[in-house]
């Protein structure tokens, strides 16, 4: 029983029940908080926007070279919201939003329970 609970505990969530046309929320299956982000690549050069892909949280352009003008410069923009036009050339990534650091809390250990501190200053 306990190997099994471990197992659970590491496997990612995909947070499915947070759809795309939501903006946020508490994911049902993991209990973290979910924001919908939404990138797209655009051309440098002549600016237009290009389909966009994601791997490993890393956004970038589906076509190496730009169909307008043949650059391979792009830069990457992070869109407020998505429209219609725009959901034919983005990307979603679901961001875990960490409001409390309750993994990543620090621990202190005490080893010597009889020193006491010694940089206290006092002002007389
Ligand atoms: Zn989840
Ligand atoms: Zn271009």
């Avoid at 983005?90 to 809390?105: D, P, R």
């Amino acid at each position: 029983m306990f190997l099994t609970n471990l197992f659970n505990f590491k496997r990612e969530c995909a947070h499915d029940k947070i759809t795309p046309n939501m903006d946020s929320g508490y994911c049902p299956d993991c209990g973290q908080y979910i924001k919908n982000e939404w990138y797209i690549t655009r051309c440098s050069c002549c600016g237009v926007k290009l389909k966009t892909n994601i791997r490993n949280g890393e956004v970038f352009p589906q076509y190496h070279y730009c169909m307008n003008c043949g650059s391979k410069e792009y830069q990457v923009e992070k869109l407020e919201k998505i429209n219609f036009i725009d959901i034919n050339f983005a990307v979603l990534q679901k961001k875990v939003l960490k409001a409390e650091l309750k993994t990543n809390s620090t621990q202190c250990w005490q080893e010597k329970n009889n020193v006491q501190p010694k940089l206290l200053i006092q002002y007389l």
